[in-house]
């Protein structure tokens, strides 16, 4: 019996983040772990890079300019060709009710700034799954 060796498909995660700093912080560990990472800093443009980019998950910052993470991951769940694509929210301002809020407009993972190194990339292998 050969052993057939799996193919390994480079994983794809876009992250919507307008804040430069924490997109090249969350774009540098990711590629460090083998990840094809595309940044999205307009989240008026997240939706249509998403459907170029076709991304494995989106990691998706909440408190945007111009357009909330919250409306945007309710948009992508409206959108047949993003719907099926796992969202992980980011928020700096984890009030009460906002995970809640969070997971109901259809987020699949949770993480509150700031977050530690270890913790993000657990909450990425856990959404991506
Ligand atoms: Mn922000």
Do not use: C, W
């Not at 170029?52 to 111009?66: N, S, T």
């Amino acid at each position: 019996m050969v052993q057939v060796s799996k193919k390994i498909m480079p994983q794809k995660i876009m992250i919507v983040e307008d804040n430069e700093l924490n997109l090249k912080l969350f774009t540098d560990l990711l590629r460090a772990h083998q990840f094809v990472v595309e940044g999205v800093k307009d989240g008026r443009l997240a939706l249509e890079q998403a459907k170029m980019f076709a991304p494995d998950m989106v990691i998706m910052d909440i408190q945007l300019p111009h357009v909330s993470g919250l409306d945007l991951i309710e948009a992508m769940q409206k959108d047949a060709d993003l719907a099926a694509i796992p969202v992980l929210a980011v928020t700096a301002y984890a009030g009460k009710g906002d995970e809640e809020r969070i997971m109901a407009a259809g987020a699949r993972g949770y993480l509150s700034k700031p977050v530690g190194m270890v913790k993000f990339l657990e909450a990425v292998r856990g959404v991506m799954g």
